[in-house]
């Protein structure tokens, strides 16, 4: 091609209408990582569900220009590298607790306080009220942009008796899933094991914990009926609330055109109704699954609720909010939102 045509050419890209630039240009690839197990947009944990119904959406409302790319299982980055991944721009899209961020961000904490949330109308109650605006504020700081908004209860999954009151865990291996869960944990007398939500089996197959706290999907996806006796579930209320998000790195999202982010909003806040329902559903699931395989099942009562969280009160809650501004005012506008 001679000097003058390709000048032609270009010039004429330059000054065509909006629509052929456009068709020009290539899509953008988003890589989407979790710690689940994967599956379908039919079957499956309902946060890989989640991933590959967002991504379809998604790359349906932006006629293709975006296009995205799942990795379940931790294949492609590590389950407690994924935040600072997505901080440094290493990573596009992730769903994860993010709890595991704790050591490094301090703030995110507040989404696996103890006793802190204790209804998903709390929890969600929190995107629009003032502790929503400012941990938005902050995370975007940090990097991070919330697409999604997910919360899911949790439970307690033993090899021995149930643990249903702080009593009940003393002198036992558990693993809690934050710093400030661990807090409330030694408090009742436990000694407490770090791990991402996916090592818990093999943990307790191996006789390196005695009980865990996790997710009522959690305690599905990963089986731990198999290796656990007796669970305290969520169904009757919990202290034990995760906010677990779709997340995208502020990097990448601000790669994208004023239109696509606006559309990744959208396809995020549509499906907070669905993780809701998916929650709560694997919350009553929970009790099935183990009385199926022969366990005992119990639930939490309002006597027990209010014993942990008077414990997380001058435990984890203090420790929290003592840490930095940040954290001290993100836990003044949480109280806000308590009943």
């Known amino acids: 091609m001679s000097v003058m045509t390709r000048r032609t050419l270009l010039g004429a890209i330059a000054t065509s209408p909006l629509w052929l630039q456009t068709a020009w240009a290539q899509p953008t690839h988003l890589k989407i990582s979790h710690q689940f ?5 039919a079957e499956g944990d309902f946060r890989d569900r989640l991933c590959r119904m967002f991504a379809a959406e998604a790359e349906r409302r932006t006629k293709g220009r975006v296009k995205f790319s799942i990795y379940p299982r931790s294949t492609l980055i590590k389950s407690e590298a994924q935040i600072g991944a997505l901080a440094a721009g290493r990573l596009d899209m992730s ?48 990097g991070i942009v919330i697409l999604s908004w997910i919360w899911q209860a949790g439970g307690m ?18 693993r809690g ?30 006789g390196r914990i005695d009980a865990a706290m996790t997710s009522s999907s959690s305690l599905i996806s990963f089986r731990l009926d198999e290796v656990s006796k007796s669970v305290t579930t969520a169904r009757n209320g919990a202290y034990w609330f995760m906010l677990e998000p779709l997340l995208i790195s502020k990097s990448t999202f601000d790669r994208l055109t004023k239109e696509q982010q606006e559309t990744l909003l959208a396809v995020g806040a549509d499906l907070e109704s669905f993780a809701r329902k ?15 395989n022969g366990g005992r099942t119990v639930d939490l009562n309002d006597a027990s609720l209010r014993k942990w969280q008077d414990l997380a009160r ?26």
């Open 37 to 41: 197990p994967g599956g379908s947009v």
């Open 278 to 292: 998916s929650a709560q559903m694997d919350d009553a699931s929970v009790a099935a699954l183990f009385q199926g």
């Open 177 to 206: 899933g934050s710093h400030e869960m661990d807090l409330i944990l030694k408090q009742a007398g436990a000694s407490v094991v770090a791990m991402p939500s996916n090592e818990i089996r093999g943990a307790m197959q191996q």
């Open 95 to 142: 769903l994860v607790p993010l709890s595991y961020a704790g050591a490094d961000l301090p703030e995110v904490n507040i989404g696996l306080m103890p006793g802190l949330v204790t209804s998903y109308e709390q929890g969600y109650g929190w995107k629009n009220a003032e502790i929503g605006q400012e941990f938005n504020r902050i995370l975007a700081d940090k």
């Open 314 to 339: 001058t435990t984890a809650w203090k420790d929290y909010a003592d840490r930095n501004a940040n954290c001290a005012r993100l836990m003044a506008l949480a109280e806000k939102t308590l009943a």
């Open 157 to 174: 999954a033993s090899r021995g008796k149930p643990i249903v009151d702080p009593e009940d865990a003393a002198g036992l291996k558990v």
